[in-house]
């Protein structure tokens, strides 16, 4: 499912940015792109609707890979629910070094 997951996330980036923006972008959804297979409005409506269907299914994917996630951690459920880990003995600072006494 994760594996699922990832394609529908690639897949949602790559529609994302193949549509046209306001201010240029990487819009390359034109009709000059698609040639005479749809028109610019006929290839914004479908790429608006496969946005919205993408994004729908990692919604979905989303909350169910956390759902599944939940379950699965039994002992601990959050790194934030434990203590911090404390020395019980404080740290000494060494012993300063003694100054080298010249001998003639």
């Known amino acids: 499912m994760l594996i699922v997951h990832l394609f529908v996330t690639l897949?949602?980036?790559?529609v994302v940015?193949?549509?046209?923006?306001e201010g240029g972008g990487l819009g390359i959804g034109t009709s000059q792109g698609m040639g005479s297979f749809m028109s610019g409005r006929g290839t914004a409506n479908l790429l608006t609707r496969t946005t919205a269907i993408l994004a729908a299914i990692f919604m979905v994917l989303s909350l169910s890979l956390a759902?599944?996630?939940?379950g699965a951690t039994s002992g601990q459920k959050s790194l934030l629910d434990?203590?911090?880990a404390s020395s019980t003995t404080p740290a000494v600072p060494p012993p300063p070094?003694?100054?080298?006494?010249p001998t003639n």
């Open 17 to 21: 940015l193949i549509q046209r923006s």
């Open 97 to 101: 070094a003694k100054p080298a006494v």
């Open 82 to 84: 434990s203590a911090p």
């Open 11 to 14: 897949a949602l980036i790559g």
């Open 67 to 70: 759902l599944l996630n939940r």
